[in-house]
Every structure is written in C-alpha cells, then in structure tokens.
C-alpha cells in the first residue's frame, strides 16, 4: 500500500482509478482490461505529478525528503557497491547501529562507504535510533576515516538523519565533542571525500559528516541547521508555522546551490525518488563516479586545499562578506612550511646541485 502526502490527494484518486482498471476482478466481476484507458490514465498522472512536484514549496519538499518509502543509505550500499565488509564499533564505548560504515567495492576501486540509516520499519528504526547518532557512532567514523585516509582510500558518505541524538547518556559521553572531532576530522583528510544528502541533513548531526570536498544533494533532500518546526517554535513561539521557518532556512537544494553551499543537485523521478529508486540509483551512481574522477591527478596536498577553500568561500560574494582575493582563503603557513613547500618546488635543482657537490668533493679528495 502506497503512503501519500497530504498534497498528493488529486494523484492518489488517479491512482486508486488505475489499480481498479489494471484489476481484471474489480467490483464489477470479471472483465477485460482497457489498455488505451489505462495509457490515457497514466499520463493523466504523470501530467498532475509534474504539476506538483513542479511548484512544491519548501515545507513540502521537507515532507518529500522526509518520505518513509524514501531510499535509505542502506538501499544505495547494498546496490552501488560490491564486497562490502562492515566495520564496528569506536574502540571506546559501544556499536552505534543508526551509522553504517565498511570498506567496499565502487568501480573496481577500495572505497570507505558511511551511511547514516534510519531504518524501513517501526523495529529497525528503534534499533537505528531513527538515524539519530550517538557519540560512539562519530567515533566510529572518525576511526575509520583515519583508516581510510592511511592508506589513501576515498571516503563516500550518506547522510540521512534528523540530527544527532540529544538524549541524556549522548550528552553525558560528550556528543557535542564528538561532533567538533567529526568535522575536525573532515577537514584533515587528504583523500577524496564525497557526502550525497539523500533526505534529511539534520544541524550538526549532518555537517559532522558532510565536511566534504564535494557536497551532492538529491533533488528533494533537504540540509539545514534546524527543522522547520524547532524553527517555527523557537522564532515565533508557534509550531505551525513550519512554512514560514522552511522558506526563511533556505533548506531545498535549489537554495543551496544557489548559495554554494552544495555542489550539485542530483535529479530524482517525477514524484520523489520513492516512486522510482532504480531512477535514482542510477543517478547517484553516475554522478559519484564523476566527482570521484576529478581527484585522480591531485595530489594529497591539492585535495586538502580544495576541501578546505570551498568552506572558507562559502558566503562570500553573497551578501555575507566582502569579497577578498582568492589567496586570503588559504590558512596562513608557518615559516618552517614555507621553507619545506620551496624545497619542493625546487626538489630537481637542489638534487642536482647537491650531487655537483658531492662529486667534487670526492674528486678533491682522491687527487
């Protein structure tokens, strides 16, 4: 039985028509099945999804990302990757089961899989914690990252969760540190890393684990600070205000493309990507192997510096700062990494003048 949202009545009454027409024992005892009818019906839906997936609005478009039918990372690691091997627990704590990581198979190639997962139905989701992570899942990953980054394996990141967990014992075992150390781990990386919000990113939860070189969004996913309706709550005292709080986040990927603050939008089938997942699997595959492909000739210096300019210009040119030359986006070097960056530069001439030096040497020596 299909689940529609409250928007989707006008497709539901087409599509309750359609099952009665494909159904050759419908109320009416037996009878033949009208294929020209069901053609014209069919495109009667596809016309009135286009029309409201075209214009949905941001607390919509939340409720879409929100989709319990919606493909959960578990669906794209299971089908995007082969030899996946899980890995478990952070070494401190416990397991946390709302992340799922591994080391797998994409393209031929050893790749680090993360997905945070939210489970398929009311068992699974009370064992993933709804997605929600705990701070052993944080160190879970960040232990895993440090592997990967050892021994230079790309890291490919699903992010899927309301936010992390603020219960009582998370917060006891340092969850806010365990966030900081998450991002601070990000950042460190010298391999490719590649974050696909595939519904809700979630305030802290989320950028813990999207501290990525590249940032890819699916069409009707969702990334922000807040939910709409803590927004709502906290800004105007009034939880049903959720409209109002969804268009002034600016979560939809349109938004945040427009801001820079992802990378690419990812298209998903008309009406969500829970009406067509092979649609969509095909589509973050494709555009996963893309981005991936475009850190084969950089070095490890080169991947750091990438990830690490994109989130100093996120803002800038936008109305939030003004606008600075590029270099002024780069950390500042000390004087021993300058010194250590124009040896490299230099590596070939000073090899060079250093065995002219030895040889002479030695030619003194012997005469």
């Not at 039918?69 to 082969?82: D, G, Y």
């Not at 003004?322 to 530069?345: A, C, G, T, W, Y």
């Amino acid at each position: 039985m299909k689940n529609y949202l409250n928007f989707e009545t006008d497709v539901k009454k087409l599509e309750d028509d359609l099952d009665q027409l494909r159904d050759p024992f419908n109320q009416e005892g037996l009878s033949e099945i009208d294929t020209g009818k069901i053609s014209k019906l069919q495109n009667e839906i596809d016309i009135k999804l286009k029309e409201v997936y075209s214009k949905l609005d941001p607390w919509q478009t939340t409720q879409v990302a929100r989709h319990e039918e919606r493909p959960k990372s578990k669906f794209f690691i299971n089908n995007l990757f082969e030899d996946f091997i899980p890995l478990s627990g952070d070494r401190f704590y416990s397991e946390d089961k709302s992340v799922i990581t591994g080391f797998a198979k994409f393209d031929q190639k050893s790749v680090l899989v993360i997905g945070q997962e939210k489970g398929d139905n009311l068992d699974s989701r009370i064992e993933r914690n709804f997605g929600m992570m705990r701070p052993e899942g944080y160190r879970k990953t960040n232990r895993l990252m440090r592997l990967a980054d050892r021994f230079n394996i790309p890291i490919i990141i699903f992010i899927d969760t309301p936010g992390a967990y603020p219960g009582v014992g998370a917060e006891e075992r340092g969850q806010a540190e365990a966030i900081a150390k998450s991002i601070e781990c990000c950042m460190e990386l010298t391999v490719p890393t590649i974050s696909v919000i595939i519904g809700e990113g979630g305030s802290g939860g989320a950028i813990a684990l999207a501290s990525s070189n590249k940032v890819l969004m699916l069409e009707n996913a969702i990334y922000s600070v807040i939910s709409p309706e803590g927004c709502a709550t906290i800004l105007w005292r009034d939880p049903k205000k959720t409209l109002e709080a969804a268009k002034a986040m600016k979560l939809t990927s349109k938004d945040l493309l427009d801001l820079e603050i992802i990378d690419e939008v990812i298209q998903e089938p008309l009406g969500g990507a829970h009406r067509d997942s092979a649609i969509v699997l095909n589509n973050v595959k494709k555009s996963i192997s893309i981005n991936l492909e475009k850190f084969n000739n950089m070095t490890k210096e080169e991947i750091l510096l990438q990830r690490k300019n994109k989130f100093l210009s996120i803002g800038r040119n936008k109305g939030f700062t003004q606008s600075v030359d590029e270099e002024s986006l780069s950390l500042k070097e000390s004087f021993f990494e300058k010194v250590i960056n124009k040896i490299n530069k230099k590596r070939n001439i000073y090899i060079i003048l250093i065995s002219i030096v030895i040889i002479v040497m030695m030619l003194a020596l012997i005469l």
